[in-house]
């Protein structure tokens, strides 16, 4: 893949807005195109929000911010991109159709990523021009700090694709994840929407409101899922038998009423076996007294972090030390 110089965006609300912030203060020119009279005040707003964070990230040592322009027409944004990254609203029949008047000026050799967030690549990329150049790159809001984008091919996306397009998202500091197989709402937001449905049902049924749920995580679980996802954080729990020792203690939970998502696979020995094996490939040599102290580190970090906003759970580690330094306890 040649060097990147120039990122052309298609739709320019708030997760186009970040893909310029991102690529801006990584140097890169920016041509983005949204009919939205508004746009370029909205992208402005954006940008002096990521300006902001980037200081406190890196006061001196970042780039050179790259230019930005405002486009009239999807033909103008195709004329100079080295890459494009497609952030229009989620209708297919719209990014089709958008994505095939880009091709009429750009390049047969640059990639174009979709910031969608659920659409089948197979689907989209069917009604565009060299559709072999064509992958999903899902990012996650803000774009400009969150570093997760999900990499997604469709039925004729060539493997160069992806790798180029990794290797790209890579460069602006971002984490790409590879789904491995097409599938609906790829990965994050699958995992999402399961957690949305059970909250609705909560809020519906009058078992927590809006708030209540929120503390239930920012409190609790997410402390966790900051730095260990569901399976190592499994693990740990497990203690020394390890993942393999919580499915035998867990696992019968899920036939119990604790979730109105009661569709789940059978925790077959096959499941079993396959989650420990990849569970232990996970962990490697790192033993559970190990994974433990790197938690309860981590966990230290990011609520010393938060206490710094007077936020979250930092608002209530201020509290406690004030007690502590008090001996109010």
């Not at 110089?5 to 195109?33: E, H, P, Q, T, Y």
């Not at 390890?242 to 696992?251: A, D, L, S, T, V």
Request: aromatic content about 8%; charged content about 25%; glycine content about 10%.
């Amino acid at each position: 893949m040649s060097k990147i110089k120039s990122v052309g965006l298609l739709g320019g609300g708030v997760i186009g807005a970040g893909w310029a912030a991102r690529c801006l203060l990584n140097g890169l020119d920016v041509v983005v195109f949204d009919p939205d009279p508004d746009n370029e005040k909205k992208t402005a707003e954006v940008l002096d929000n990521a300006r902001r964070a980037y200081q406190q990230i890196s006061p001196t040592s970042l780039p050179s911010e790259g230019s930005i322009r405002f486009a009239g027409s999807v033909g103008e944004v195709g004329e100079t991109a080295d890459f494009v990254q497609e952030s229009l609203p989620e209708r297919e029949d719209l990014k089709i159709s958008v994505l095939a008047e880009l091709c009429k000026t750009l390049s047969p050799d640059v990639i174009i990523g979709s910031s969608t967030s659920g659409l089948l690549p197979s689907r989209i990329q069917a009604g565009i021009k060299g559709p072999e150049r064509f992958v999903v790159g899902h990012p996650f809001n803000p774009v400009y700090l969150m570093p997760l984008v999900e990499i997604c091919g469709g039925d004729v996306t060539s493997q160069a694709t992806k790798e180029a397009a990794m290797e790209f998202y890579s460069s602006i500091g971002m984490r790409p994840l590879l789904v491995r197989k097409e599938i609906d709402g790829f990965i994050a937001d699958r995992l999402m929407e399961a957690l949305w449905r059970e909250a609705l049902w909560m809020i519906n049924d009058d078992v927590a409101t809006a708030e209540e749920i929120d503390d239930a995580m920012r409190f609790g679980p997410g402390l966790r899922w900051a730095f260990m996802g569901t399976f190592m954080t499994y693990r740990v729990a497990g203690g020394v038998g390890g993942m393999r020792h919580f499915m035998e203690q867990f696992g019968p939970t899920l036939k119990l009423p604790w979730t109105k998502l009661m569709d789940v696979p059978d925790l077959t020995d096959d499941l079993i076996d396959k989650i420990a094996r990849q569970s232990d490939e996970q962990a490697g040599a790192t033993s559970i007294r190990e994974l433990e102290r790197l938690r309860d580190d981590c966990l230290v970090s990011v609520m010393q972090a938060l206490e710094t906003q007077n936020y979250g759970a930092g608002e209530v580690l201020g509290q406690y030390r004030v007690r502590l330094q008090k001996g109010d306890w």
